[in-house]
């Protein structure tokens, strides 16, 4: 590296020319005092000693003033570089957890020629879902993203699964894979999405022959993740049957996901144990109203679990019937419900307030 690429790179650690000059001259003469270093930088003496410290707190040199005069010597480059790394290291977490949370601004799209890929993207996408998973695939398939499936049941987020070209009446093995599975003697496309945000689309033939020319999308937009929820649930899984449930679960639990709450309320209920719900969120239609419900639950109108009690497939809302009055609640871009919940604990009936 020449001098001024150098000059360059230290630039970047943030110093400005005349501190990397500074430094530069500190590190030719090894030790010095601030009066030479000042004649061979150009710089007053009072701003060598502002600049020394401020290179002595990133390790760079080290400041003796127990000597008079003040005396200023480079570190070695190995400590010097040492530190930087430490620093870089440092950052790291902080880095990562933003990058983790970034979400895409623009729209992003993958084509995908092989299905070996589609599992691979498809096993990618299982293992960043946090809240919410739809997914239809080949039964023959299912072994090779089963894993991951129930990692993601196991991390309490929802799996609706819809296995296709098997008979609901075949001993599938669906325990822990999935919140609810549904089988389905067809052949359907491939889909997944995770969060409602990302996804794939695949058509059934490119799985089903290698030579086969069709494509797969990977997609990884917000506004396209709901279209293809709501083709999945208002389309395919109606059309199979229910063939493996998770348990509920213990409560009390507090979901993120409303579609996730009312699918706990409805296995609750369908086992005889009704449950008291806490909703937070906004009211639609009365200003009136608390931005938060508590109150038991007395309707469930869903479509995820057998027998259905939606009017339409994508239905999902819960009835609450608190001390003021008993409104109906749906999940965010709710319009036709009373109330829009952007979180709702359940807690047993009998659970005190």
């Known amino acids: 590296m020449d001098d001024a690429s150098l000059e360059e790179s230290l630039r970047r650690q943030g110093f400005s020319a005349k501190e990397v000059d500074t430094y530069l001259t500190i590190l030719e003469l090894g030790e010095a005092k601030a009066s030479p270093v000042a004649n061979e930088s150009g710089g007053s003496k009072r701003y060598v000693y502002s600049i020394a410290e401020k290179l002595a707190e990133r390790e760079f040199v080290a400041v003796d003033d127990h000597v008079v005069p003040t005396m200023i010597r480079a570190n070695p480059p190995d400590r010097v570089v040492a530190a930087l790394t430490d620093d870089l290291e440092r950052m790291r977490p902080a880095l990562e957890s933003r990058f983790s949370r970034a979400t895409p601004h623009s729209p992003r799209f993958e084509v995908v020629k092989s299905r070996v890929t589609v599992i691979k ?8 879902a946090e809240m919410e998973v739809t997914l239809a695939i080949p039964h023959r398939l299912l072994e090779e993203v089963a894993a991951e499936l129930r990692a993601t049941v196991e991390r309490g987020a929802l799996v609706l699964l819809l296995v296709t070209g098997v008979s609901p009446d075949d001993g599938l093995g669906l325990d822990g894979v999935a919140s609810v599975a549904r ?3 067809q052949p359907m496309p491939t889909m997944l999405t995770v969060d409602q945000r990302a996804g794939l689309v695949a058509p059934g033939e490119m799985l089903s022959r290698s030579d086969n020319p069709a494509q797969a999308i990977v997609f990884e937009q917000e506004h396209l993740g709901p279209v293809i929820v709501g083709s999945f649930l208002g389309n395919y899984f109606p059309m199979a049957t229910e063939v493996c449930t998770a348990d509920p679960d213990a409560l009390p639990v507090t979901y993120r996901n409303f579609r996730h709450a009312v699918l706990q309320a409805a296995l609750h209920r369908r086992a005889d144990a009704p449950v008291r719900a806490r909703v937070a ?3 639609l239609h009365d200003a009136d109203l608390p931005p938060e419900l508590e109150g038991r639950v007395v309707d469930v109108r869903q479509s995820l679990l057998e027998p259905q009690t939606s009017s ?3 239905e999902n809302t819960l ?8 409104y109906s609640v749906g999940g965010r871009g709710a319009f036709v419900e009373d109330f829009e919940a952007t979180g709702v604990e359940l807690r047993p009936a009998d659970a005190p307030i």
Do not use: H, I, K
């Open 281 to 283: 969120g906004r009211p």
């Open 121 to 128: 993207r498809v096993s990618e996408r299982l293992d960043r």
């Open 312 to 314: 339409f497939p994508v």
């Open 183 to 185: 089988a389905w003697e």
């Open 319 to 326: 009835t609450v019937e608190t001390d003021e009055g008993t």
